[in-house]
């Protein structure tokens, strides 16, 4: 099969450096192009211009003008069309829950025009793919008529053969905030990392990526935003990595990719017990049930001995229950069918 993996991200000169494009579409392809098909990555711009697909999979598919001539030409040529999404986008009823709205970066009104785009997309596609369970719930609850597949996020391919971090690093806890609509999640962490740094003169805390707080201390350090390719450096050297969460149904359908590279790379972490979080049963990630449980649970995963444990054989645990190549076949028959 010839199957393109599509952007619509709206600066086409910048798609490859989108995160969710990276696992959504990169990384899928290729494990597909390792089962012996043929797999291009663009934007949607050159899609007129590259022949005929097979299958067309399009990352976060909304209806515009662009798309709709895009979807005639390939219906032109037979290619079955597929959209697929990570993030709960396509309810317009959900919209008040979008991370912006709730951090008032973004109004209600413009977060409610994009959902419904998104929305409309999805009558134009032959089925969708869905980065969690609770994703492939809300779909089918809004159509139960239509085709979907729960096709999870696994850690990057590239990152499979980086050497894993060593156990003898001072101890420290990195958050990678990844996007400015981050900070009352931090703020759930933000108490028990007070008293761990008062507690513990030589933890470091790190935060990378944008983040608001009025936080302060000499070893709560802040870095920028990193583009893939240093960010998996900066995971690498970890102690820990933390990704909590506030409760919201936008968060209970979030991929939990954050602790998967964490874990592939032998670094342990700890996630609040939310979504896919939750489904987690990977000795070396921790849940976390609640705020207060963090500052006990963090302090115990401090501990050199306890950290060992908690990383030993932490990356063939992820490994065996989050397979690229498994994940490629089932897209493969699903997107063939």
Request: glycine share 6%; proline share 6%.
């Amino acid at each position: 099969m010839r199957i393109a993996f599509v952007s619509m991200h709206p600066r086409a000169r910048h798609y490859r450096q989108d995160a969710s494009f990276v696992y959504r579409c990169e990384n899928v392809a290729l494990a597909v192009r390792s089962l012996g098909h043929e797999t291009e990555l663009m934007h949607l711009r050159e899609i007129f211009w590259r022949g005929r697909f097979d299958a067309v999979l399009l990352l976060r598919p909304r209806r515009t003008l662009a798309l709709c001539l895009a979807v005639a030409w390939l219906r032109r040529l037979g290619t079955r069309i597929f959209g697929d999404f990570d993030d709960l986008v396509f309810d317009p009823e959900m919209s008040v829950y979008r991370p912006g709205v709730l951090a008032g970066q973004e109004s209600l009104r413009r977060a409610r025009a994009k959902f419904a785009l998104h929305s409309a997309a999805l009558d134009m596609m032959d089925g969708v793919t869905l980065s969690t369970s609770e994703l492939v719930r809300r779909y089918r609850a809004l159509r139960p008529q239509g085709r979907s597949l729960r096709m999870p996020n696994t850690p990057h391919r590239s990152w499979l053969d980086i050497g894993r971090t060593s156990s003898e690093l001072a101890p420290s806890i990195s958050y990678f905030s990844g996007t400015r609509t981050h900070d009352a999640d931090f703020k759930l962490v933000l108490p028990a990392l007070q008293s761990l740094l008062e507690e513990m003169p030589r933890l470091t805390v790190q935060v990378v990526g944008p983040l608001e707080t009025h936080f302060r201390h000499p070893r709560l350090l802040f870095g920028r935003r990193l583009d893939f390719s240093h960010y998996v450096d900066v995971v690498r050297n970890s102690y820990l990595t933390i990704a909590p969460l506030v409760d919201t149904p936008f968060a209970q359908c979030k991929s939990a990719i954050k602790v998967l590279e964490s874990a592939v790379l032998g670094v342990p972490a700890l996630a609040s017990r939310i979504g896919e979080y939750a489904e987690l049963d990977i000795d070396g990630i921790v849940g976390v049930p609640t705020p207060s449980d963090w500052e006990p649970l963090l302090r115990r995963a401090l501990d050199p001995a306890v950290r060992r444990e908690l990383a030993s054989g932490l990356r063939s645990r992820v490994l065996e229950q989050f397979d690229s190549a498994a994940v490629a076949r089932d897209f493969v028959d699903f997107v063939a069918a």
